[in-house]
């Protein structure tokens, strides 16, 4: 797990590491069942307080992204939890959304737009 905490970000940065850890999971980089460093190995790595990491690990938890396991530890959800996989949907539906307004622009038709979207289906 890679972060980088920004001293000149307008985010907390229990904020920055909870958005940094939610976008590696959304994006398959953080496996679910992955063991996340523990609280007090974040917080010496990125030399913050351990009630920051805290924050960001109970925030994740409460959102569903993470899991904590009495005496183990932080873990990855799987990616079939319902959060994750809403957050994922969500993430193709804004997706989607783009390609139709640049479409619009471009005035290509919704036959067309079908169509492309077969072929890229096909490639993928």
């Known amino acids: 797990m890679y972060l980088v905490i920004s001293n000149s970000s ?8 909870k958005e940094q850890i ?3 999971i959304l994006k398959g980089e953080l496996v679910e069942d992955e063991k996340l460093p523990s609280l007090r190995q974040l917080a010496k790595d990125l030399k ?3 009630l920051t990491t ?4 109970n925030e994740l938890e409460e959102e569903g992204f993470i899991t904590s396991q009495q005496g183990k530890g932080f873990f990855v959800m799987p990616r079939s939890s319902g959060l994750i996989h809403e957050q994922l949907v969500k993430k193709v539906e804004n997706s989607l959304n783009d390609a139709i307004e640049g ?3 471009a005035e290509i038709s919704d036959e067309e737009l079908f169509e492309i979207l077969r072929l890229l289906l096909k490639v993928m």
Do not use: D, F, M
């Open 48 to 50: 913050i307080s351990v």
């Open 22 to 24: 939610k976008s590696q």
């Open 103 to 105: 479409a619009r622009q």
């Open 54 to 57: 805290t924050r960001a690990y």
């Open 10 to 17: 307008n985010l907390p940065i229990y904020e920055q590491i």
